[in-house]
């Protein structure tokens, strides 16, 4: 059974950075085929695919958020992490991360998904 | 950047089906994008329905279907009922990474 779970702060400033946590189960990221996104959605507006890191450390990008998006892992934790510099209240969001097989292009289980809301 | 493109509506009655569209701002949506469809109800992350343009992802039910029509691709629900009202998104693959595109709310009435 797959599970994934995000963490991180739910309120941070304009300019900060915000660091987010997937924490999963069920699967592992050093297994050939295996990946974890992130994907955000403001409240009220469409889904929003941010990043994607494979088992094989290949990591993929929105190229419009590039500039501000790192994406790791650390697979002894089964742990997937999202960092994103320079954040503005457009930004809020309810921020998932999701499982995904490589050659299926599907994010096949999701987490509960996290409200992260920047304001000063 | 290419725009992912859903009617942002749609309404069908119970019983009936319905089929809803995902494009490109510029060109055709081929199996090459291996679409994949979302379903959200509110509170909810989203479930997916299809992936790889028209494999059933585990437990979704043979009433939902997709497919290429045209230059987009499609997902037909047939026999829609009242707990298929939700908001519905499409996820195209573009140049090694995704893109959803805006949704399309469902209305069954």
Known sequence: QITLKESGPTLVKPTQTLTLTCTFSGFSLSTRAMGVGWIRQPPGKALE??????????????????????????????????????MDPVDTAIYYCAHLI?????????GQGTLVTVSS | QTVVTQEPSFSVSPGGTVTLT??????????????????????????????????????????????ILGNKAALTITGAQADD?????????????????????????
Do not use: H
């Open chain 1, 49 to 86: 695919w941010l990043a994607l890191i494979y088992w094989n450390d290949d990591k993929r990008y929105s190229p419009s958020l590039k500039s501000r998006l790192t994406i790791t892992k650390d697979t002894s934790k089964n742990q997937v992490v999202l960092t994103m510099t320079n």
């Open chain 1, 102 to 110: 490589w050659l299926q292009f599907q994010f096949d289980y999701w």
């Open chain 2, 22 to 67: 995902c494009g490109l701002s510029s060109g055709s949506v081929s199996t090459n994008y291996s679409p994949s469809w979302y379903q959200q109800t509110p509170g909810q992350a989203p479930r997916t329905l299809i992936y790889n343009t028209n494999t059933r992802s585990s437990g979704v039910p043979d009433r939902f279907s997709g497919s």
């Open chain 2, 85 to 109: 009202e939700s908001d519905y998104y499409c996820l195209l693959y573009m140049g090694g990474g995704w893109v959803f595109g805006g949704g399309t709310k469902l209305t069954v009435l």
